[in-house]
């Protein structure tokens, strides 16, 4: 695919939208295109949108590593991993996680590679929360779209009395890499949060479905907040107030163009049963 920028008219406005394809009969037909090969990888066990990974090869030469060799042994080609856009199947990014844990001696290699996304990281659906009016609304949006995205995890935003839990499950526990997986997710959840809510923004509790790592400084160090392993599932926990916070410079028309494309993205024709049944 070749991607340009797709100016949006709406009413009197105008945006220029980086990353979409260049006219709107391109933009339907990359979609259901997209789609149908989507569809095929969850088929075989979900997939994920290569997005932060492309840092992965950085990252190893910066542990004094040759990339293309431990990309070749986690079974990935190098190529697919240079455009955030590309999609690979969920237990492939785990098991590449892994092997560089491994590779590296970097028990955190996964929240080094989560820390350097968040809602850019997500394409349309990062685009989609950064226009919504208030916290809670774009959480709202990243719940229920962020399958275009990732399907190897189920979200799930849970608010009780004064305190919310934004959820991030992983479908495979027992997946290789899940554990890296995890804690990336929950890095890139972060900075979400911390573009929603300012960059001082920090979690009441993170939740991690894992053992408590030998070295957990890294962890601590980033996420400033008690950090409770052995979870069911990765979450955030945190003051339910900040749900009600506006953003700042959000713009409806541009919310309600993304959410238009989006959701036409989501009910093309070639969703199948079976990522539909994954999903519930």
Same mark, same amino acid.
């Given at each position: 695919?070749?991607?340009? #920028?797709?100016?949006?008219?709406?009413?009197?406005?105008?945006?220029?939208?980086?990353?979409?394809?260049? #006219?709107?009969?391109?933009?339907?037909?990359?979609?259901?295109?997209?789609?149908?090969?989507?569809?095929?990888?969850?088929?075989?066990?979900?997939?994920?949108?290569?997005?932060?990974?492309?840092?992965?090869?950085?990252?190893?030469?910066?542990?004094?590593?040759?990339?293309?060799?431990?990309?070749?042994?986690?079974?990935?080609?190098?190529?697919?991993?240079?455009?955030?856009?590309?999609?690979?199947?969920?237990?492939?990014?785990?098991?590449?996680?892994?092997?560089?844990?491994?590779?590296?001696?970097?028990?955190?290699?996964?929240?080094?590679?989560?820390?350097?996304?968040?809602?850019?990281?997500?394409?349309?659906?990062?685009?989609?929360?950064?226009?919504?009016?208030?916290?809670?609304?774009?959480?709202?949006?990243?719940?229920?779209?962020?399958?275009?995205?990732?399907?190897?995890?189920?979200?799930?935003?849970?608010?009780?009395?004064?305190?919310?839990?934004?959820?991030?499950?992983?479908?495979?526990?027992?997946?290789?890499?899940?554990?890296?997986?995890?804690?990336?997710?929950?890095?890139?959840?972060?900075?979400?949060?911390?573009?929603?809510?300012?960059?001082?923004?920090?979690?009441?509790?993170?939740?991690?479905?894992?053992?408590?790592?030998?070295?957990?400084?890294?962890?601590?160090?980033?996420?400033?907040?008690?950090?409770?392993?052995?979870?069911?599932?990765?979450?955030?926990?945190?003051?339910?107030?900040?749900?009600?916070?506006?953003?700042?410079?959000?713009?409806?028309?541009?919310?309600?163009?993304?959410?238009?494309?989006?959701?036409?993205?989501?009910?093309?024709?070639?969703?199948?049963?079976?990522?539909?049944?994954?999903?519930?």
């Amino acid at each position: 695919r070749r991607y340009g #920028s797709l100016r949006v008219p709406v009413g009197a406005k105008e945006w220029q939208i980086l990353g979409a394809p260049e #006219s709107g009969k391109r933009l339907a037909v990359t979609a259901l295109l997209e789609k149908s090969v989507l569809v095929a990888i969850a088929a075989q066990g979900g997939f994920i949108r290569v997005s932060v990974a492309t840092a992965i090869p950085g990252l190893l030469q910066e542990y004094g590593l040759d990339p293309g060799k431990i990309l070749f042994e986690a079974g990935v080609e190098p190529h697919l991993i240079e455009d955030p856009d590309k999609i690979i199947p969920f237990a492939t990014m785990g098991k590449l996680i892994s092997v560089c844990a491994t590779k590296t001696g970097c028990g955190h290699f996964g929240l080094l590679v989560g820390q350097r996304g968040g809602a850019s990281s997500l394409g349309t659906v990062g685009l989609l929360i950064r226009q919504a009016c208030d916290a809670g609304s774009a959480l709202d949006d990243l719940v229920r779209y962020l399958h275009l995205h990732d399907r190897g995890a189920v979200p799930r935003l849970d608010v009780s009395g004064d305190m919310a839990t934004l959820a991030y499950t992983i479908s495979d526990p027992l997946l290789e890499g899940a554990d890296q997986i995890a804690d990336g997710a929950m890095a890139v959840a972060v900075n979400i949060m911390r573009g929603l809510c300012g960059s001082n923004w920090i979690p009441s509790e993170v939740h991690l479905p894992h053992r408590k790592p030998a070295y957990a400084a890294p962890l601590q160090r980033f996420f400033h907040a008690p950090i409770r392993f052995d979870k069911k599932e990765a979450a955030l926990v945190f003051h339910a107030k900040v749900l009600q916070q506006p953003l700042a410079g959000a713009d409806a028309d541009l919310h309600r163009h993304l959410l238009n494309y989006v959701q036409q993205f989501d009910a093309a024709p070639d969703a199948g049963a079976v990522d539909q049944m994954r999903r519930v």
